[in-house]
């Protein structure tokens, strides 16, 4: 029995000198002194021994097992160490490598565009308004007043998703969404993505932006539009912007008309940005027509309206002397990272 111990201590010692894991240590505390473990089930046989014998047997087995424990909390310290040391070591940072160069962002030209044009007009009292991309024909063109053999109908002007639905060609659905759903009067902007069947080229995206304006209330004429958009147009493009209204057609508006501003790169000599006439055209206007108030339910006897739109790339296009519309959508960092 004595030999058996001594065998079972060297296998244990062996057995330990292998293990590489807390619970490899583990396993062999288990199978040598766990209640089925080796040394154990020699104690256990001890019944069957003299009085004598089993005094010496008993002293034997419970040395063996002090040291074989004493081995194994040993090793177990071993392990633990050895483990964290390794955990360290995948974990260590070096703080003497150089930092990682974070990109910050950048905002797109349009959308520095798009805010500047919205806050100036914030700052006049407007709020904004906003409505939905795929749009009805009856928001985008029959509520607007638009004959029915208007060209811009026609689908090789627009997209219809089906007979009634298109992506809306321009923001001036938001005019009828805006009386029929809001308190009148009101003062809005309404800044948002429209889509025309255009074939790309530098001055010409199937996909666009355009920022939209209304105003209702008693009173209000032609006058009002004029100052407002004045206004604006020395806000946006510095104040010794000049603006010129020259009358034009639009169904939603009577009377209607394009705004040019003077050139603000050549002050009004005569440059290449404004092809040498000194003036830039940069939006559409008019004061309401009746039409259009009376499909909102609005009291045409009390009240009247103008509105404007205008098209953001354009006017980025302008301000930043971009040549090229696709670029605005390319998302080529050389070209963003320019806007800072
Ligand atoms: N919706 C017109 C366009 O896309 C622009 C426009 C012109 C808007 C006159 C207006 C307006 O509100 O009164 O060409």
Request: with cysteine.
């Amino acid at each position: 029995m004595d030999n058996d111990l001594s065998k079972i201590m060297e296998e244990a010692k062996a057995r330990l000198a292998e293990a590489r894991t807390q619970a490899e240590t583990n396993e062999i505390r288990i199978k040598y002194l766990g209640k089925k473990g080796e040394i154990t089930s020699v104690l256990k046989q001890m019944g069957k021994l003299s009085p004598e014998e089993r005094k010496e047997l008993g002293k034997a087995a419970n040395i063996a097992k002090s040291k074989v424990e004493n081995m194994i909390n040993e090793k177990l310290e071993q392990v633990k160490q050895a483990e964290k040391a390794a955990q360290f070591k995948l974990e260590k940072i070096d703080v003497t490598e150089p930092g990682k160069d974070i990109r910050i962002g950048t905002k797109h030209p349009l959308a520095i565009v798009e805010e500047e044009i919205v806050r100036i007009f914030q700052s006049m009292g407007f709020s904004v308004y906003e409505g939905p991309e795929v749009e009805t024909v009856f928001y985008n063109f029959d509520s607007l007043n638009t004959p029915d053999d208007h060209p811009s109908r026609d689908i090789t002007d627009t997209f219809y998703v089906s007979d009634d639905i298109l992506l809306r060609t321009q923001t001036s659905p938001c005019e009828t969404r805006a009386l029929l759903t809001k308190d009148i009067p009101f003062k809005i902007v309404v800044p948002g993505r429209c889509f025309r069947r255009d074939t790309p080229d530098a001055t010409h995206s199937p996909m666009f932006h355009q920022v939209e304006g209304m105003v209702v209330d008693e009173g209000i004429t032609l006058a009002d539009l004029k100052g407002t958009l004045d206004e604006f147009a020395k806000q946006m493009f510095g104040s010794d912007t000049k603006t010129k209204f020259r009358p034009h057609y639009f169904p939603f508006t009577e009377p209607s008309a394009e705004v040019d501003v003077s050139c603000f790169k050549c002050g009004g000599k005569g440059c290449n940005v404004c092809k040498g006439s000194g003036w830039i055209e940069i939006l559409g206007c008019g004061e309401t027509h009746p039409n259009v108030l009376k499909v909102g339910n609005v009291d045409t006897e009390k009240y009247t309206a103008f509105a404007f739109g205008m098209g953001i790339e354009r006017v980025a296009m302008l301000k930043y002397g971009i040549d090229d519309i696709r670029l605005l959508y390319e998302n080529d960092m050389r070209f963003i990272d320019q806007f800072k």
